[in-house]
Nanobody, 128 residues
Framework: VVRLQESGGGSMQAGGSLTLSCKRFDFTYARWCMGWFHEVPGQARERVATINDDGSTSYADSVKGRSTISFDNAANILYLRLNDLNLDDSGIYYC??????????????????????WGSGTSVTVRS
């Protein structure tokens, strides 16, 4: 059964950087989309960044220029690096995956997304 496990959350200093990890288990699809999604409790979950199996990436405007999403094929780990942290970066970060292309399940420029597999999230608190 497909399983995604996030890690790397915690208390971070504003202006600093974080690196989140998402370990992928039993995900055997050759084609896929994976992404990071941010959620403030009580509010809608938002797309942060996505990456396809072909290496193409997409970023939300709020993190563009200060974020990098990457996937380590050998380790089966998805990463999110986020620099210049601010208080609005606080919240729960979820890792997600889907066998379809990101243009289908998480199209750029839209709030819509619908990925099949999700982790349970890792919490980030940015402090000044």
């Amino acid at each position: 059964v497909v399983r995604l496990q996030e890690s790397g959350g915690g208390s971070m200093q504003a202006g600093g950087s974080l690196t989140l990890s998402c370990k992928r288990f039993d995900f055997t699809y050759a084609r896929w989309c994976m992404g990071w999604f941010h959620e403030v409790p009580g509010q809608a979950r938002e797309r942060v960044a996505t990456i396809n199996d072909d290496g193409s990436t997409s970023y939300a405007d709020s993190v563009k220029g200060r974020s990098t999403i990457s996937f380590d094929n050998a380790a089966n780990i998805l990463y999110l690096r986020l620099n210049d942290l601010n208080l609005d970066d606080s919240g729960i970060y979820y890792c997600a995956a889907d066998p379809l292309h990101c243009t289908v399940v998480a199209p750029a420029g839209q709030k819509y997304f619908n990925l099949d597999f999700w982790g349970s999230g890792t919490s980030v608190t940015v402090r000044s």
